[in-house]
């Protein structure tokens, strides 16, 4: 059963894909934000990792945009400035620094496992925002490696993946070198999404 995305203009993807939300860093976060909350609204599960917004600011933008319950979302901070804890009944495991990328990897299996405990793993979300701000704290290359085993573990349990990146941070290398990692890509731009690559439907016209 594919993943609806409203946000996306009524697309849908397949499960296992990831896709890379590209743009200004405001626009990518709140799709993001939209599609996770779609995903909420129908009685999906998340599992959001946040580099730069502190857990009580993303899940104060997820409650702005539907009704939360914390037994369906878990959160991973990667900040590097915060600790584990609950913010509104909802999980937040913290990763000790946003270049800790295995540390995040962990957060990210536990807060999963919990999911699963909980008996509400069968369809969920992934955001993670952002690959930008990884890249700040290590080598491309290394950061390469991270998506690369991170997305194949999304695709293998059939969930789905959404990354945010902001081009104009990086040289055209870095980005097309991360770019090659997923499915498809959203361009992001004036409150509207391009769409490109493989993994999601548009609904059939007429």
Do not use: C, W
């Amino acid at each position: 059963m594919s993943y609806g995305t409203p946000s996306f203009g009524d697309v849908t993807f397949s499960p296992g894909a990831s896709v890379l939300l590209t743009g200004e860093a405001a626009g990518t976060r709140g799709l993001l934000y939209d599609a996770v909350a779609d995903g909420l609204a129908e009685g999906e599960s998340a599992v959001v990792i946040t580099t730069n917004d502190a857990p009580e600011r993303v899940v104060a933008a997820l409650d702005d945009r539907t009704d939360l319950d914390p037994e369906r979302l878990a959160l991973v901070d990667a900040t590097g400035e915060g600790e584990d804890t609950r913010v509104d009944g909802i999980t937040v495991r913290a990763v000790g620094s946003t270049g800790d990328l295995t540390g995040l990897s962990l957060a990210f299996a536990k807060q999963l496992k919990l999911l699963e405990e909980r008996g509400s793993a069968d369809r969920v979300r992934v955001g993670l925002d952002s690959v930008s701000t990884l890249l700040m704290y290590s080598e491309v290359q290394t950061v390469f490696r991270f998506l690369h085993v991170f997305t194949s573990r999304l695709g293998s349990a059939d969930l789905f993946g959404l990354f945010t990146l902001t081009p104009g941070m990086h040289d055209d290398q870095e980005t097309n070198t991360v770019r090659t990692l997923f499915d498809s890509e959203a361009a992001v731009s004036d409150d509207e999404v391009a769409l490109r690559g493989s993994g999601y439907a548009s609904p059939p016209s007429g």
